[in-house]
């Protein structure tokens, strides 16, 4: 994830590898593998990574728990660290305390540049539980939980309603999609092509752009809706592995669609393969419910 556009407000990224290269005008809360922040921290920096490196400045705290960290700028508040292996930069300067917990602390040099020995505080794994540590990135934390648990509602909602209104076509599309899961991948592949090649062709020319602008949208509404029909499908068939039928009543579709989600949003999850999986499930989804594939299937 590289995020190159300058927020306004705070962000809360999580990916495998994270890169900050544009300003952040409030506070950051950043988690991964490996993390790259090469632009100015508007607020507080906080979150957990296996190797950090901060070459830009931080206007508040800044709160890591990871193994290699390295500060390249200057930080206005005061730093709180679990790492170890702790490196500062030329650029490196901390305005506030500079708190190091555990036992390999001791360890690490610290510059006189970068703060004044008796603004430095040692403090032992089991003082983590602390206010200026783990209470505030256990709220960033919540803040997070909570958007994804919107997220995931969204998708319950709108996969449901569409399930429950387009009854009958929502069947077909099932039979469809396990009919050939590959056919079903395939052809969503195809219509996703001929969607997203059509935006390129009409933008081409000056009366095609409002056509293009209005095949975006229409290609971004195709893919969400792939992906949610693609969590309904996996839902559904294991309600129907479970019940013996797919689900009809109001509960049932909801239930089915809710199992779909929550399957759907843990095979996603899954690192490096996560992407992949999504993609896969959005191809399925799309060639389901593909009008050309229901003439072919008919026919």
């Known amino acids: 994830m590289t995020i190159k556009a ?3 407000n705070s962000v809360y990224a999580a990916a495998d590898h994270v890169a900050i290269s544009a300003s952040i005008g409030s506070d950051a809360f950043v988690v991964g593998q490996t993390i790259v922040i090469d632009a100015a921290i508007g607020g507080d920096l906080r979150g957990a ?5 901060v070459n830009a400045s931080v206007a508040g705290d800044m709160q890591y728990a990871g193994e290699d960290i390295t500060l390249n700028g200057p930080v206005a508040g005061t730093v709180a660290v679990s790492a170890e292996h ?5 650029n490196a300067r ?3 305390d500079l708190i190091l917990y555990g036992t390999s602390s001791a360890n690490i040099e610290i510059p006189t540049h970068v703060i004044s020995p008796d603004r430095v505080i040692y403090r032992t794994s089991s003082q983590l539980v602390d206010q200026e540590f ?16 919107y997220e995931l509602l969204v998708a319950v909602v709108l996969t449901s309603l569409i399930v429950i209104i387009a009854k009958n076509f929502t069947s077909s599309a099932y039979a469809r999609a396990w009919q050939s899961v590959l056919a ?7 219509g996703l092509s001929l969607l997203s090649g059509s935006v390129i062709v009409t933008a ?5 752009i409002p056509m293009s602008l209005l095949l975006v949208v229409v290609t971004i509404v195709v893919v969400l809706l792939g992906y949610w029909m693609g969590s309904y499908f996996i839902g559904a068939r294991i309600w129907l592995a479970a019940r013996g039928k797919l689900p009809s009543s109001l509960v049932a579709v909801l239930l089915a669609v809710t199992l779909g989600v929550m399957c759907a949003a843990l095979m996603t999850s899954v690192p490096i393969l996560g992407w992949w999986l999504a993609m896969a499930l959005t191809l399925f989804g799309v ?3 593909s009008p050309w594939r229901g003439r072919r299937v008919n026919s």
């Open 204 to 208: 081409l020319t000056f009366i095609g």
């Open 287 to 289: 060639g389901a419910i």
């Open 134 to 149: 783990v209470k505030p990135v256990g709220e960033h934390m919540g803040t997070m939980g909570l958007g994804i648990f």
């Open 184 to 190: 079903s991948i395939g052809y969503g592949f195809l």
């Open 6 to 8: 300058s927020v306004g």
């Open 49 to 53: 990574a296996t190797e950090i490196e």
């Open 94 to 96: 901390i305005d506030g």
């Open 86 to 90: 702790l490196t500062f930069g030329p």
